[in-house]
């Protein structure tokens, strides 16, 4: 059973930036796929940004050149860097692992960004 623990959201107003952290109990490095999902009140979950084991990257177009997200093996950390926030960036952040032995979820942490 692998534990994802993320930290890092909370209230900025529109054009500050927040760093999502999320903290893996298992190897990130046995990861298929990290990635950061959000969910707005009033609206379905959204795969916001992913990584592969290989490196690749994806963004929802929404956040592409705001949001970046990166991997730390050594610390079985990933990070979602996330700039130029906007107040409909608001939602709970939940970050996702697939590994092969399943797929696991954080407890989400929420953002908000105030106009």
């Known amino acids: 059973q692998v534990q994802l623990v993320e930290s890092g959201g909370g209230l900025v107003q529109a054009g500050g930036s927040l760093r999502l952290s999320c903290a893996a109990s298992?190897?990130?490095?046995?990861?298929?796929?990290m990635a950061w999902y959000r969910r707005a009140p009033g609206k379905q979950r959204e795969l916001v940004a992913s990584v592969t084991s290989g490196g690749r990257t994806d963004y929802v177009d929404s956040v592409k050149g705001r949001f970046t997200i990166s991997v730390d093996n050594a610390k079985n950390t990933v990070f979602l860097q996330m700039n130029s926030l906007k107040p409909e960036d608001t939602a709970a952040y939940y970050c996702?692992?697939?590994?092969?032995?399943?797929?696991?979820w954080g407890q989400g942490t929420q953002v908000t960004v105030s106009s």
């Open positions: 298992g190897s990130i490095s046995s990861t298929n796929v």
């Open positions: 996702n692992a697939l590994y092969s032995s399943g797929v696991y």
